[in-house]
T-cell receptor
Framework: DQQVKQNSPSLSVQEGRISILNCDYTNSMFDYFLWYKKYPAEGPTFLIS?????DKNEDGRFTVFLNKSAKHLSLHIVPSQPGDSAVYFC????????FGPGTRLSVLP | NAGVMQNPRHLVRRRGQEARLRCSPM?????VYWYRQLPEEGLKFMVYLQKENIIDESGMPKERFSAEFPKEGPSILRIQQVVRGDSAAYFC????????????FGPGTRLTVT
Protein backbone atom coordinates (compact mmCIF):
# COMPACT_ATOMS: atom_id res chain seq x y z
CA ASP A 1 0.00 0.00 0.00
CA GLN A 2 1.43 3.32 -1.08
CA GLN A 3 0.83 5.81 1.68
CA VAL A 4 2.58 8.61 -0.21
CA LYS A 5 2.01 8.97 -3.94
CA GLN A 6 3.62 11.10 -6.58
CA ASN A 7 1.59 10.34 -9.64
CA SER A 8 3.78 12.15 -12.15
CA PRO A 9 7.00 10.21 -12.74
CA SER A 10 8.42 13.10 -14.74
CA LEU A 11 7.87 16.76 -15.49
CA SER A 12 9.49 19.12 -18.01
CA VAL A 13 9.41 22.87 -17.55
CA GLN A 14 10.96 25.78 -19.41
CA GLU A 15 13.59 27.79 -17.57
CA GLY A 16 12.05 30.78 -15.82
CA ARG A 17 8.60 29.24 -15.58
CA ILE A 18 6.94 27.69 -12.55
CA SER A 19 7.43 24.02 -11.65
CA ILE A 20 4.65 22.40 -9.67
CA LEU A 21 5.27 18.98 -8.17
CA ASN A 22 2.38 17.18 -6.53
CA CYS A 23 2.10 14.65 -3.75
CA ASP A 24 -0.88 12.83 -2.25
CA TYR A 25 -1.02 10.86 0.96
CA THR A 26 -3.53 8.52 2.53
CA ASN A 27 -2.67 8.49 6.23
CA SER A 28 -4.32 11.37 8.10
CA MET A 29 -2.00 10.74 11.05
CA PHE A 30 0.98 12.22 9.23
CA ASP A 31 1.92 15.46 10.95
CA TYR A 32 4.94 16.69 9.04
CA PHE A 33 5.79 16.78 5.38
CA LEU A 34 9.08 17.32 3.61
CA TRP A 35 10.49 17.66 0.13
CA TYR A 36 13.89 16.30 -0.81
CA LYS A 37 15.86 16.77 -4.00
CA LYS A 38 18.14 14.07 -5.31
CA TYR A 39 20.84 14.21 -7.95
CA PRO A 40 22.20 11.01 -9.50
CA ALA A 41 24.75 9.16 -7.35
CA GLU A 42 24.07 11.44 -4.39
CA GLY A 43 21.92 11.20 -1.29
CA PRO A 44 18.69 13.18 -1.01
CA THR A 45 19.05 16.78 0.09
CA PHE A 46 16.47 18.41 2.31
CA LEU A 47 14.64 21.25 0.58
CA ILE A 48 11.66 22.45 2.56
CA SER A 49 9.15 21.18 5.08
CA UNK A 50 5.73 21.99 6.46
CA UNK A 51 3.93 21.10 9.64
CA UNK A 52 0.37 19.83 9.42
CA UNK A 53 -0.83 22.89 11.36
CA UNK A 54 0.17 25.15 8.48
CA ASP A 55 -0.98 25.40 4.91
CA LYS A 56 1.97 27.17 3.36
CA ASN A 57 5.69 27.53 3.86
CA GLU A 58 8.00 29.57 1.70
CA ASP A 59 11.77 29.59 1.36
CA GLY A 60 13.20 31.63 -1.47
CA ARG A 61 12.11 30.15 -4.78
CA PHE A 62 10.47 27.17 -3.07
CA THR A 63 6.98 27.14 -1.62
CA VAL A 64 5.15 24.15 -0.22
CA PHE A 65 1.36 24.13 0.04
CA LEU A 66 -0.58 21.69 2.19
CA ASN A 67 -4.27 20.90 1.73
CA LYS A 68 -5.13 18.62 4.63
CA SER A 69 -8.73 18.05 3.64
CA ALA A 70 -7.58 16.78 0.26
CA LYS A 71 -4.50 15.05 1.72
CA HIS A 72 -2.47 16.81 -0.91
CA LEU A 73 0.69 18.85 -0.93
CA SER A 74 2.59 20.54 -3.68
CA LEU A 75 5.99 22.10 -4.20
CA HIS A 76 6.22 25.22 -6.32
CA ILE A 77 9.55 26.34 -7.72
CA VAL A 78 9.59 29.75 -9.30
CA PRO A 79 11.44 30.71 -11.35
CA SER A 80 12.72 27.30 -12.37
CA GLN A 81 16.42 27.01 -13.18
CA PRO A 82 18.34 24.31 -15.06
CA GLY A 83 20.12 23.41 -11.81
CA ASP A 84 16.76 22.41 -10.37
CA SER A 85 16.74 19.39 -12.68
CA ALA A 86 16.69 16.42 -10.30
CA VAL A 87 14.37 13.85 -8.77
CA TYR A 88 12.09 15.31 -6.11
CA PHE A 89 10.79 13.14 -3.31
CA CYS A 90 7.88 13.98 -1.10
CA UNK A 91 8.04 12.50 2.41
CA UNK A 92 5.50 12.32 5.19
CA UNK A 93 6.25 11.71 8.81
CA UNK A 94 4.47 10.47 11.87
CA UNK A 95 7.27 8.70 13.64
CA UNK A 96 9.32 7.70 10.64
CA UNK A 97 9.48 8.95 7.11
CA UNK A 98 7.44 7.50 4.27
CA PHE A 99 8.74 8.57 0.90
CA GLY A 100 6.92 8.87 -2.38
CA PRO A 101 8.39 7.31 -5.53
CA GLY A 102 9.71 10.63 -6.79
CA THR A 103 9.16 12.94 -9.75
CA ARG A 104 11.97 13.65 -12.18
CA LEU A 105 12.01 17.35 -13.00
CA SER A 106 13.77 18.56 -16.12
CA VAL A 107 14.19 22.30 -16.52
CA LEU A 108 14.92 23.12 -20.13
CA PRO A 109 17.11 26.11 -20.96
CA ASN B 1 33.08 18.35 5.72
CA ALA B 2 30.98 17.11 8.61
CA GLY B 3 28.26 15.49 6.53
CA VAL B 4 26.92 11.97 6.77
CA MET B 5 29.49 9.51 5.46
CA GLN B 6 28.84 6.12 4.02
CA ASN B 7 31.26 3.50 2.85
CA PRO B 8 31.83 1.81 0.66
CA ARG B 9 30.13 3.79 -2.08
CA HIS B 10 29.93 0.71 -4.26
CA LEU B 11 29.91 -2.89 -3.13
CA VAL B 12 29.78 -6.00 -5.27
CA ARG B 13 28.96 -9.31 -3.67
CA ARG B 14 28.27 -12.78 -5.04
CA ARG B 15 25.08 -14.53 -4.00
CA GLY B 16 25.50 -16.06 -0.56
CA GLN B 17 28.16 -13.65 0.65
CA GLU B 18 27.76 -11.07 3.39
CA ALA B 19 27.50 -7.32 2.84
CA ARG B 20 28.45 -4.80 5.52
CA LEU B 21 27.50 -1.18 4.95
CA ARG B 22 28.81 1.57 7.20
CA CYS B 23 27.38 4.93 8.13
CA SER B 24 28.97 7.68 10.17
CA PRO B 25 26.37 10.28 11.16
CA MET B 26 26.94 14.00 11.21
CA UNK B 27 28.83 15.28 14.20
CA UNK B 28 26.47 15.72 17.11
CA UNK B 29 23.78 13.48 15.62
CA UNK B 30 22.75 10.49 17.68
CA UNK B 31 19.90 9.19 15.51
CA VAL B 32 20.52 7.08 12.44
CA TYR B 33 18.06 5.83 9.83
CA TRP B 34 18.61 3.33 7.03
CA TYR B 35 16.65 3.37 3.79
CA ARG B 36 16.72 1.20 0.69
CA GLN B 37 15.98 2.41 -2.80
CA LEU B 38 15.19 -0.18 -5.41
CA PRO B 39 15.47 0.80 -9.08
CA GLU B 40 12.65 3.14 -10.19
CA GLU B 41 11.25 3.31 -6.66
CA GLY B 42 11.33 5.74 -3.77
CA LEU B 43 13.21 5.30 -0.54
CA LYS B 44 11.84 2.66 1.79
CA PHE B 45 12.43 3.00 5.52
CA MET B 46 14.27 0.06 7.03
CA VAL B 47 15.41 0.82 10.56
CA TYR B 48 15.85 3.65 13.05
CA LEU B 49 18.59 3.47 15.66
CA GLN B 50 20.00 5.50 18.47
CA LYS B 51 23.30 4.72 20.12
CA GLU B 52 23.19 1.06 21.24
CA ASN B 53 19.42 0.88 20.68
CA ILE B 54 17.15 -0.17 17.86
CA ILE B 55 14.12 2.10 18.07
CA ASP B 56 12.10 0.92 15.09
CA GLU B 57 12.97 -1.92 12.75
CA SER B 58 9.53 -2.29 11.20
CA GLY B 59 10.96 -1.88 7.69
CA MET B 60 13.67 -4.49 8.03
CA PRO B 61 13.22 -7.88 6.35
CA LYS B 62 12.81 -10.46 9.06
CA GLU B 63 15.69 -12.62 7.89
CA ARG B 64 19.28 -11.96 6.85
CA PHE B 65 19.20 -8.23 7.69
CA SER B 66 20.49 -6.67 10.89
CA ALA B 67 21.63 -3.24 12.01
CA GLU B 68 23.55 -1.82 14.90
CA PHE B 69 24.76 1.54 16.12
CA PRO B 70 27.40 0.90 18.78
CA LYS B 71 28.50 3.35 21.41
CA GLU B 72 31.69 3.94 19.47
CA GLY B 73 32.04 3.78 15.72
CA PRO B 74 29.71 3.86 12.76
CA SER B 75 26.32 2.32 12.32
CA ILE B 76 26.46 -0.97 10.42
CA LEU B 77 23.81 -2.49 8.18
CA ARG B 78 24.57 -6.15 7.67
CA ILE B 79 23.04 -8.37 5.02
CA GLN B 80 23.85 -12.05 5.27
CA GLN B 81 23.65 -14.52 2.39
CA VAL B 82 22.84 -11.82 -0.15
CA VAL B 83 20.51 -12.55 -3.04
CA ARG B 84 20.07 -10.71 -6.35
CA GLY B 85 16.98 -8.95 -4.99
CA ASP B 86 19.15 -7.19 -2.39
CA SER B 87 20.77 -5.16 -5.17
CA ALA B 88 19.81 -1.59 -4.42
CA ALA B 89 21.07 1.74 -3.16
CA TYR B 90 21.19 1.88 0.62
CA PHE B 91 21.03 5.33 2.19
CA CYS B 92 21.78 6.32 5.72
CA UNK B 93 20.43 9.50 7.29
CA UNK B 94 21.06 11.13 10.63
CA UNK B 95 19.34 13.68 12.80
CA UNK B 96 20.26 15.33 16.07
CA UNK B 97 17.17 14.09 17.87
CA UNK B 98 13.46 13.52 17.80
CA UNK B 99 12.77 17.23 18.20
CA UNK B 100 13.78 17.87 14.64
CA UNK B 101 12.22 16.31 11.61
CA UNK B 102 14.96 17.03 9.13
CA UNK B 103 17.13 14.08 8.30
CA UNK B 104 20.44 14.54 6.54
CA PHE B 105 21.38 11.87 4.08
CA GLY B 106 24.66 10.31 3.14
CA PRO B 107 25.65 9.63 -0.48
CA GLY B 108 24.51 6.03 -0.32
CA THR B 109 26.06 2.62 -0.93
CA ARG B 110 25.17 0.91 -4.16
CA LEU B 111 25.10 -2.84 -3.59
CA THR B 112 25.26 -5.14 -6.59
CA VAL B 113 24.76 -8.85 -6.10
CA THR B 114 26.07 -10.99 -8.93
Amino acid sequence: DQQVKQNSPSLSVQEGRISILNCDYTNSMFDYFLWYKKYPAEGPTFLISISSIKDKNEDGRFTVFLNKSAKHLSLHIVPSQPGDSAVYFCAASRQNFVFGPGTRLSVLP
Amino acid sequence: NAGVMQNPRHLVRRRGQEARLRCSPMKGHSHVYWYRQLPEEGLKFMVYLQKENIIDESGMPKERFSAEFPKEGPSILRIQQVVRGDSAAYFCASSPGTATYEQYFGPGTRLTVT
